[in-house]
Each structure stands twice: as structure tokens, then as C-alpha cells.
């Protein structure tokens, strides 16, 4: 046999090989080559989520985005979908990020940040934890009408807020439901 026929039998022999492994798999067969920009921007509904249930809140920011930052620097990171207003305005505005979590600005900076999803705290605190245990490991924890926070651990002009937990409920099992970021020094634009 010539060697350029034992060349093209492997190389068919090959091809067969894999059209019977690709035909045995679940997954939907792809063709290796550069991903689209689109495809590689727009990250599914399921990674979005794992990455935010990972994701850590604090101690100054959140997803890139920073309490005190300017509305500037916020747009800046590529992250900011939408500012309520003019960027002129320095009242209370409202901003939405590409990955759907918001937050506030006042006086031109980033004064709150609230994920769409629970991420957790540095510390561990996230959606299912009880009252006991924000207060065990944030012992300044003050109950409010809606919600509860506390002073954020080596930054004390930020805060977590607790959903969940309420002052009007102190008696009954507490637990969080979501949490949010914010300046302890200046009007944050939510109650």
C-alpha cells in the first residue's frame, strides 16, 4: 500500500471516529474557532447567577463598582447600564448596572449599592442567615423599622444593610433576605 493511501484511510478512519463520538454526546456539537463578541459580552442567566451567589459585597464595593466614586469613574468601568438623569444633577439618582443589580448616587458619587442576587459579606452574612448570627459577627448591629445594619468591619464610614431583620419583628426568628452596601456619611437616597 502507498503511504498516501494509508494517509487518507487514517485520515477518513479519523473523521468517522469523531462524527461517532460527537453523535454519543449530549452536548450540541460546535465548531472550534473564535466566539463571537457577542456570545463572549452576554454571559447566560446560570452564569450570572453562579458568579453572584460567589460574588462578596464589601467592604467598599461591589462588581467593580465603589461607594465614593464619581459618576465619572463609574461609567468609566464599563459596568454602569443606565444613570437616571443628568450627569449635571447632583440630587438623588438612581443607576442600573449591565448585570441588573442598581444602586444610588448623590452629590455625583456612588452612596449605595444593591446586588439583584445575595452575595455574601467578607464575613460569611448572606440570604438564610439569622439575626443571631449578623449580630455574633457585627455587634453594632442597630434594628430598624424595615431594615437593620451594621457598621462594615475596618471601614467605618461604610454599612451593610439587612433585609429581614426588623425591629418590629425582634421576637420572632429573623433571617436575611438580601443585603446592600452603603455610605454611613451621607444621604443614601433610600430608607
Not at 465614593?68 to 444633577?89: F, H, L, S, W, Y
Not at 454599612?159 to 425591629?167: E, K, N, T
Request: with cysteine.
Amino acid at each position: 500500500m502507498f503511504s498516501w493511501q494509508r494517509t487518507i484511510r487514517l485520515g477518513a478512519t479519523a473523521g468517522v471516529m469523531m462524527a461517532v463520538v460527537a453523535g454519543c454526546s449530549t452536548e450540541p456539537a460546535t465548531v472550534a474557532g473564535p466566539a463571537s463578541a457577542a456570545a463572549a459580552a452576554a454571559p447566560t442567566a446560570v452564569t450570572r447567577l453562579a458568579a453572584e451567589q460567589d460574588a462578596v459585597l464589601g467592604p467598599v464595593g461591589y462588581d467593580g463598582i465603589d461607594l465614593g466614586m464619581t459618576v465619572a469613574q463609574a461609567r468609566n468601568t464599563g459596568k454602569i447600564a443606565e444613570i437616571k438623569g443628568p450627569d449635571e444633577d447632583l440630587g438623588c439618582r438612581s443607576f442600573t448596572t449591565r448585570a441588573g443589580w442598581s444602586g444610588y448616587i448623590n452629590e455625583g458619587k456612588v452612596v449605595s449599592i444593591i446586588p439583584q442576587n445575595v452575595p455574601r459579606t467578607p464575613e460569611g452574612i448572606t440570604a438564610g442567615s439569622t439575626a443571631a448570627d449578623v449580630r455574633a459577627t457585627y455587634p453594632d448591629l442597630k434594628l430598624g423599622v424595615n431594615w437593620s445594619s451594621a457598621t462594615v468591619l475596618g471601614h467605618p464610614a461604610n454599612r451593610y444593610g439587612f433585609m429581614g431583620i426588623r425591629q418590629s419583628d425582634s421576637a420572632a426568628p429573623q433571617a436575611v433576605t438580601s443585603l446592600l452596601l452603603f455610605s454611613a456619611d451621607t444621604n443614601v437616597c433610600h430608607n
